[in-house]
């Protein structure tokens, strides 16, 4: 009982700091009467239900505590209850409520158009967008507070995008295709943030910060049975231009691909054939070509580079940055001088082991063509959105059979003293090196 009122005590202070949280103090409650505690108007359950005594309302603090993000500790010495919630930078607290609330409002706008039955996605962009200076992750846990959804269920999806974007988020639902497109207004909620208001006036006028709520129908089979209707909405810009990056990552997460698939897509902003190839290629490496020891790592030399290197980035975290890939362009005229054994050349991968100062490499090829004939997808035919949706979506049933689309054109030992680096040099042409052109 004695840590049921500090409890009681302990979340008033919580209040103080975090504000904005909903409680009521009624006086007329009899003792036995259930109270509901509400957290940003949702419903916080209890294993101790809260209860009415001498006009206090008396909550279990560890509960409530969690509900508003905080974490609990109990000290048995000294009879305390410690709390400790997440930290702002000075001065934050008000963007972080203006932000969370305004996705908190985005998802109520979305759920008019919706029939929420427990399978809805939400894509946004939040977190990698700033605006006017202002982080706008905050939205994330506001889209987690009123949907439900969150990175940890998969149904969350963080778009990469450059920070400049305009902030936007979607909400999906798996089964009927429905969805419902919001793009924040920059300017109107730089305006708000910059001049310091109460972040709760959001609440009373949400739509201002709205500049285009939009909702469709964008489920795949929907698409591609009338292509040329949801063609003139992509000509009209629906999404404001994202049609194409929100129609595959949404249809892709609904039909349960992987986890490591769906990040690819995330990173790369969209899921295409190229993306997919990546991570075939990415399988085929750890299943034919695996490290063998932890102090071997991939290095990629992405010759030619398409969105394939993108899905290697995530898979394999070969990233340039740390020296895990190169890139070199190969145009017409170099594709030309490939030996015809090479003319689907899709890079070259090597396994180097940093202690012993050894390592090897292969040189692989993936073959689009056969997936056309396989898929029966002609590329040339149809809209692009059309056929690389079409295509993406016939990949997913071959994505642990990697070696259907790629073989080997060459293996090879790298001589003592080499390193991969070596190849990606400037003035040194890796092609001509691995006796690939003509
Ligand atoms: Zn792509």
């Not at 000290?75 to 008000?94: L, S, Y």
């Not at 149904?155 to 979607?170: G, I, M, Q, R, Y």
């Not at 980035?313 to 005229?333: D, F, R």
Request: aromatic share 10%; hydrophobic share 45%; net charge neutral.
């Amino acid at each position: 009982m004695r840590k049921v009122i500090s409890a009681a005590l302990c979340f008033v202070t919580l209040l103080a700091v975090l504000g904005g949280a909903v409680f009521f103090f009624p006086g007329g409650l009899s003792a036995m009467e259930p109270v509901k505690i509400l957290v940003n108007g949702r419903e916080v359950t209890f294993d101790v239900s809260p209860f009415l005594q001498e006009g206090r309302v008396l909550v279990p603090v560890s509960r409530l505590a969690e509900a508003l993000g905080c974490g609990v500790k109990w000290d048995e010495k000294t009879n305390a209850v410690e709390i400790t919630c997440p930290a702002f930078p000075q001065g934050a607290v008000g963007e972080y409520r203006f932000w969370r609330l305004l996705a908190e409002q985005a998802a109520r706008e979305a759920f008019k158009y919706l029939e929420r039955r427990g399978d809805l996605l939400v894509l946004t962009n939040a977190g990698y967008v700033t605006v006017g200076g202002s982080s706008t992750a905050p939205c994330l846990d506001g889209l987690i507070a009123a949907t439900g959804c969150s990175p940890g269920r998969g149904n969350l999806l963080e778009v990469h995008t450059a920070d400049s974007k305009p902030l936007w988020f979607f909400f999906f639902e798996k089964k009927s295709g429905q969805g419902v497109f919001v793009e924040v207004d920059g300017a109107k909620a730089a305006g708000f943030v910059a001049s310091g208001s109460d972040p709760n006036a959001v609440d009373s006028n949400p739509a201002q910060f709205f500049k285009k709520v939009v909702a469709e129908n964008v489920s795949a089979e929907k698409l591609l049975a009338n292509p040329g209707d949801w063609n003139q909405k992509v000509q009209m810009k629906v999404f404001s231009g994202l049609e194409f990056n929100i129609v595959t990552i949404a249809n892709l997460a609904a039909k349960g691909a992987p986890p490591g698939l769906v990040k690819a897509a995330l990173f790369h902003d969209h899921l295409c054939p190229g993306v997919t190839s990546g991570y075939l290629l990415a399988n085929y490496l750890k299943k034919e070509f695996p490290l063998r020891s932890p102090d071997e790592s991939y290095y990629v030399l992405a010759v030619p580079p398409w969105c394939k290197d993108d899905a290697l980035q995530v898979v394999l975290n070969t990233t340039p940055g740390k020296s895990g890939m190169a890139v070199i362009p190969v145009n017409a005229s170099a594709r030309e001088n490939l030996k015809p054994e090479a003319k689907n050349l899709a890079g070259i991968y090597f396994r180097y082991d940093s202690k012993a100062k050894k390592g090897d490499g292969v040189v692989l090829a993936f073959d689009f063509a056969k997936a056309q004939s396989l898929s029966g997808i002609d590329m040339n035919k149809g809209f692009t959105w059309e056929t690389r949706l079409k295509s993406d979506l016939w990949y997913l049933d071959y994505l642990d059979r990697p070696e259907l689309f790629i073989n080997v054109i060459k293996k090879f030992e790298l001589k003592p003293g080499e390193v991969p680096d070596d190849y990606a040099q400037p003035g040194v042409n890796p092609l001509a090196r691995l006796n690939l052109l003509k």
